[in-house]
């Protein structure tokens, strides 16, 4: 029987690996027992001893492929580029030493998104600020730099909820998954740019709920000639806008309550009342989280193939990933924050159009691709959880989060919104709740929300 030469091995694999992980994203499979599984195993290692003939007939037997897909089919095409072999069956992959862990990492999540060629601003961004370059220049080499650092937090992101389960997963996601607004609030906080806090995370929520929501919501209705009017769980959406709107509740108090008080004190109790609503609304993010992930977890069950989710690295190398990410966000967070006030006055912006425009898309430009992505392709319940999950996860986690971290600064920080931007809010609750409530939609919706 031939051989085939390593390439020749390695692109028989890969293009086995992609026949694969492309069936199993739209079939449902099950791995019917271990001893199946090895021995399909055994099949996929005896690959490069085949020749063309076998390899063809082993093409067509797809029952092999099928049952192996969901949970081997990506580690197959990683196999084809790197070399590295698959033998162990337990939801990672096989051999997953540091350094394979690190040859994933460099040249698959790093290398292998075009996005991260912005990586190389990384030093640049350090040099500007550090030989004091002009704002202007700092702030856009920054502002460049942290897109693809966001992206990867968020790959690291999902690769540690694959090894935490359900409930803890979640929680990562709600912790990491905001990571970036999160250090680019508290690095504002310590420069005593409250107001750029606070339009920064308002920023965020609506560009969530309205762009990225109402961009989801066009790209699934204009599948099938514009007439496409995919459905959703309708039970998440309503979900998330109840705990919006009552964020809203928690805005409006704090302004309102003192007024009948004296005019020096206030002051001192809008505080007050703001962070004890911060820590109402992230005992109720608690709650909601477990309301998700346990006690009604199959009512937001999504409707997919049901497969098993499979790691690419281990959960060590994710959690260092993770610390990495965010050391690295939060020192270059600095130099961006710091530069806000000079960029501001030389591009004759105002500190709100920074704070509502500009700085959400350092957090949210990768994610938001993904929502639209994933809509296109009919997953209307996964677009709606990135969207319009991630807008519930910043008013009720990270704004209250921001006023605790303040508090804990001794800053005076507060859900005081200006009136025009309360009732931009409220207008903006009201649009989203009217679109999501009957659990489908339309393309008309989503450019309806996008022009709002």
């Not at 030493?97 to 990586?119: A, Q, T």
């Not at 409930?167 to 504002?188: C, K, P, R």
């Not at 998440?236 to 004190?265: G, R």
């Not at 989203?432 to 659990?439: D, W, Y």
Request: hydrophobic share 50%.
């Amino acid at each position: 029987m031939a051989t085939y030469g390593a390439h020749s091995r390695r692109r028989m694999l890969k293009d086995l690996g992609l026949k694969v992980s492309r069936r199993a994203r739209s079939t449902d499979y099950s791995m019917q027992s271990k001893e199946d599984a090895e021995a399909q195993v055994g099949l996929l290692e005896a690959l490069p001893e085949l020749d063309s003939s076998g390899y063809e007939s082993f093409e067509g037997s797809h029952s092999v492929a099928r049952d192996f897909g969901e949970k081997y089919g990506r580690q197959l095409s990683y196999k084809a580029s790197t070399g590295t072999s698959i033998s162990t069956l337990d939801g990672t992959v096989a051999g997953a030493s540091c350094w394979e862990d690190l040859r994933y990492v460099l040249f698959v999540m790093i290398l292998g998104k075009h996005l991260n060629i912005l990586l190389v601003l990384l030093p640049i961004g350090y040099v500007a600020a550090a030989f004091d370059w002009s704002p202007t220049a700092i702030f856009l080499i920054n502002f460049a730099a942290l897109v693809p650092v966001a992206s990867l937090l968020g790959d690291f992101t999902e690769e540690l909820a694959v090894h935490t389960g359900e409930v803890i997963g979640g929680l990562v996601n709600a912790t990491f998954g905001n990571a970036v607004e999160m250090v680019i609030s508290i690095q504002a906080l310590r420069q005593n740019q409250l107001v750029v806090v606070k339009n920064s995370l308002l920023g965020s929520i609506f560009s969530n709920a309205l762009l990225v929501l109402g961009c989801c919501f066009f790209a699934g209705g204009c599948k099938r000639g514009f007439k496409a009017e995919p459905t959703f769980n309708g039970v998440a959406a309503v979900a998330n806008t109840s705990v919006l709107i009552l964020s809203a509740l928690a805005m409006i108090l704090p302004p309102v309550l003192p007024t009948k008080l004296e005019e020096e004190s206030s002051d001192g109790y809008s505080l007050l009342i703001s962070r004890i609503a911060a820590i109402m609304l992230l005992l109720l993010y608690i709650q909601l989280l477990i309301f998700q992930l346990w006690t009604h977890k199959e009512r937001f069950a999504g409707g997919g193939d049901g497969a098993e989710e499979t790691a690419s690295i281990g959960a060590t190398a994710a959690v260092v990933g993770l610390t990495g990410c965010t050391v690295i966000v939060s020192i270059w967070s600095d130099f961006l924050v710091a530069s806000i006030d000079g960029f501001a006055d030389q591009g004759n912006f105002s500190p709100s159009f920074v704070g509502v425009v500009l700085l959400p898309i350092v957090g949210n430009a990768v994610e938001h691709i993904a929502a639209v992505t994933v809509a296109y392709k009919e997953k209307m319940d996964l677009a709606i959880g990135i969207a319009l999950g991630s807008s519930t996860q910043v008013a009720i986690f990270v704004v209250p989060f921001t006023i605790v971290v303040g508090w804990i600064m001794n800053k005076p920080m507060t859900f005081c919104l200006p009136t025009h931007e309360f009732v931009l809010y409220i207008t903006m609750l009201i649009v989203v709740c009217q679109t999501v409530s009957n659990g489908s939609t339309n393309w008309i919706e989503g450019s309806m929300l996008v022009m709002t």
